[in-house]
DNA sequence: CATGAATGAGGGTTCATTCAT
DNA sequence: AATGAATGAACCCTCATTCAT
């Protein structure tokens, strides 16, 4: 096979995405400006993604994985929920925070109706066991009587909270991360310890 | 600058910018579909404003000012601060589920960045007494010694994570305005009463 | 209603594109010429024709038309039948002779599949009359027994052939138009006269 | 230039570029679908013809030559004209109506402006003798006194004018073949038999 | 020679904005 | 002030052709 597709060129094109989406604004970002970006020719964006919007749910996608594997690679199978809870706090906002953009065009990229149902349902795969976790936490008892996907997503809420603060404060980033996590806790916890 | 004739046409320009941002999302919407919708001419939307960004600009402080006002028209200025807080709480999510449309296009705007830094701080203001209450408690040691923006946002965000599940789900509309709210409680009070 | 849509303009646009169409051919016409060719900004032009095919389907019919004009508009309704195939016949001839360029566009656009069945249909009506007089030739024995789209078609074909000719030697143009015309006659009359 | 090595490819490609443009249209045939078409790389393509336009050229020289052969291969050096001529418009139409396709692709070159004068000198060549048997029955009256090449340009059109019905027609093929036939042959024989 | 990724000029079309009416 | 035709820069994408593998 002659001149394989290369796979450096096809992540500079979603980094390169990323970043001239998050300076102009998803909507205002020609494709021109990616391929200049990543430094290759304008046709060449279309050998790797066949249309913009396709480019559009493999970038969703791919940022989706990397704040997976931030997340989970780790992630403690055991011990109190507490401090289980508090470890994917902490992953999310520390990768948050040392990847702001990527954090704020993950946000554009959530609320654009270019994310197809399929490209939100495979980025939400990787989380399904912090969902399980939230369930059994639930029945044991250790957190609220409610909906699972309502606490999950209201750690989400205040997470995305946090890191806005930690970004704007770095001074006081330490202070935020965990105040932040106490109101969680807090808010969906049976007992607060 | 005279303020052009009919305060009406302006009315049905943000009404009808709204209709066609939820429709279309803020990207794909011209001005031409938006006069249309309004029902007037495509030049006439340049003559109530200078530009498209301005139009965006106009909805935005609309949106927050109507909001602000459904907040504030009857907060009650005595009586405990969980009752207090609860009904902002209560007129908040009232509005956005009232108002699944604009809160939607409230959301677009808030991350696009044709929004100016000043309109944001417009749309702020009406709020600032919400601030002051949140001080003033925080102050009387009834809510946690947090910086009092952060207490804020916590708010809004577990509001809108609240609202979020409000319209999905509006048979459990009522438990969801609930549980939202204690959340948010137990999460910034010194005590949970 | 603020500047009209003129019809000057369509007009242009539509002599601009046979122009273009003539020069380098349908295949190979870039919207930008024509608009250029008719003195207009390039969106102009969609303001005109919804599409480049559109204007193509426009254009079409209005050859059409204007031939059906020049073939029927002195249509002799009386007379033997030779005097008024023959009077076609002329009429034909003469407007493709005296546009070439037209003639051609034509002939271009009669094979490309852009010119939509419904267009075609369109195109044809006019000359359902001289169908209707060949099939009362053919009832009254002076044409041969033919099916008389046959008849039509084979007139068609020998007149735009004839063209060719009367083109290329236009100093033998009358003698070609003559000659032309006799072998269509003896070739579909019962008896050459 | 050394010939490509495959023949097979060469023909597989003008093979495949008949097929395309009978289906697409010559304009909206793009290069790459004809490799895919034959089964070969884009690149390959272009190492069988310098470029798309030589393709398109060798396609109608190659297409005029098989009609050639078809015409001529068994053409009969004796007999009386009429039987001769019925030959070979008998061959044509024979032609025409076994590769409906390649007659089509045919008649789109024949209009296009990418075929070049020399390819056309080309392809006419073979046809020469058809028009000394022409010249010849001019010079022994059995022919009328008309210029030849008029002769010969309104068999052709005439036997197109043929095919066409007898591919719409297909049962009643065998009878526009003949009568297209004696349309032509009482059009320019001095005396009908 | 065969391959197919890379190239970048153009293509049709859209759209914010202007301006003649 | 209101209208909507006019404008032309930009946009996304295609495609003939080149060239590294």
Redesign the interface.
Known sequence: MARPKSDDKRNALLLAAEQVFAE????AAPTSAISRQAGVAEGTLFTYFRTKDDLVNALYRSIKLELADALMAHFPRQGPVRDRLEYLWNAFVDWGVANPQRLNVL??LS???IVTDESKAVGYEPFAEIEALAQHSIRTEIL?A??C??IA??M???A??TM??MNAYPAESGL?RK?GF???W???ARK?D
């Open positions: 102009r604004g998803l909507a946000d554009q609320v654009a109706d609220q409610y909906p996907e309502f997503a209201s989400k809420a205040l995305e909270t806005g603060f935020y105040i106490d109101v969680f807090r808010g969906v607060a």
